[in-house]
Structure formats: C-alpha cells, structure tokens
T-cell receptor
C-alpha cells in the first residue's frame, strides 16, 4: 500500500536559518503530494502541493519539488521565522482503486524556531 | 458555518462506554474523511466518504468502530465499548467534489478513555 516517511523530529532552529524536512514516499502510479501544517491550537491546513513529477509547490516562502526518480518531496525554506513553529505533515493522495481520494500522511515533524 | 465543525471538542469516558463523535463539513463538500492522531504518531486514516457512501473503510481499527453519513452532510463516528488505546484526537476533514486532495480539517475531538 501507499506510505509516507518523514524525517525524525523534533527540529529546532534559530530564526533566519535554512530549513529542510525530508519526505519520501512509496506508491503505485502517479500520486499527488502535499505538505500540511498544524500551527499550535489550530487545525491542519494545506501548505503546498504538487500533482506531477518535477512540479514545484510553493507558499509562504516554503518550497517542495516532486522528484519521481528519488520518490521524494522535501520541504525547504531559506529563512525561517518564529511564526513558522508548527507541526509539518507530508501526505500523498492515491490515484486508483480504493486508494483514490485517500490521503496518506507521514508521522509529522515538529519544528521550533527560536528568536 | 465557514469551516469544519466537530463536537464534542473534549470527551472523557470510562472504559466500556460507547461514544459518538460528530462532524459537520463545509457546505457543499462531498468528500469527508476521519483520521485519528495519537500522541507522537502521525495521522491514521480511518474512513472516507464520497457523498453518503464509504468506498474505503480499510482504516477502521476494529468492529467496535463504525461511521455513517446522512444527507451527504453530517457524519458520526461511533466507538463502542471504548478501550484505553482508543484515546486520541479524532480529526474530520472535508473536500470538494473534485477531490483534489486539498482537505479542510476541523480542530478535532479529543477522546480520553479512563
């Protein structure tokens, strides 16, 4: 079945540092890939997405590129802020059969940014 | 309302009791999902509805868990004879007909089984 693996957390950075959160996946066909974010006290919300190989999703200074050859969708930001402190989830949407429509999530990575 | 609404936000129950969790999706959204988030774990898929039918029930952990959706809107997740390992945050999300994968999540129902 489909699966998503994220780098172990938690991740602690100083403000303006560079961020990478690794995400790899296992899936048949051509899944769509997503990053969701959960800020403290809030529900999960979509951060960015990519629907086909080599697509780059971007939002709020975050970027991720859909790499089919390495089955990866790593999240990056050049300069993090304290307000980026949150839990980040990588997710995959299946393309066929009973997988269609189902989002499979990774285990989440806690990011804490200090001033 | 404008967003996905879940109730109750907090539920404490005794082992062996039944609980019902409710989800009111965004108006017009035909896709509805239930996930479970345990401490230190990711989001565990439970069940997915398209309209009133559930094409994928594969994530329900046991036959103590059931879910229904009526009128293509409100959904109820029922856990019978609760166990301590059922303690978690139960999240509901809805998506539009195109089901692009962009889901809108509620804030969850935190269940504690004593």
């Amino acid at each position: 079945g489909n699966s998503v693996t994220q780098m172990e957390g938690p991740v602690t950075l100083s403000e303006e540092a560079f961020l990478t959160i690794n995400c790899t996946y296992t899936a048949t066909g051509y899944p769509s890939l997503f990053w969701y974010v959960q800020y403290p006290g809030e529900g999960l919300q979509l951060l960015l997405k990519a629907t086909k190989a080599d697509d780059k999703g971007s939002n709020k200074g975050f970027e991720a590129t859909y790499r089919k050859e390495t089955t990866s969708f790593h999240l990056e930001k050049g300069s993090v802020q304290v307000s980026d402190s949150a839990v980040y989830f990588c997710a995959l949407k299946g393309t066929g059969g009973t997988s269609y429509g189902k989002l499979t999530f990774g285990q989440g990575t806690i990011l804490t940014v200090h001033p | 309302g404008a967003g996905v609404s879940q109730s109750p936000s907090n539920k404490v129950t005794e082992k062996g009791k039944d609980v019902e969790l409710r989800c009111d999706p965004i108006s017009g959204h035909t896709a509805l999902y239930w996930y479970r988030q345990s401490l230190g774990q990711g989001l565990e898929f439970l069940i997915y509805f398209q309209g009133n039918s559930a094409p994928d029930k594969s994530g329900l952990p046991s036959d103590r868990f059931s879910a229904e959706r009526t009128g293509g809107s409100v959904s109820t997740l029922t856990i019978q004879r609760t166990q301590q390992e059922d303690s978690a945050v139960y999240l509901c999300a809805s998506g539009d007909r195109a089901n692009t994968g962009e889901l809108f999540f509620g804030e969850g129902s935190r269940l504690t089984v004593l």
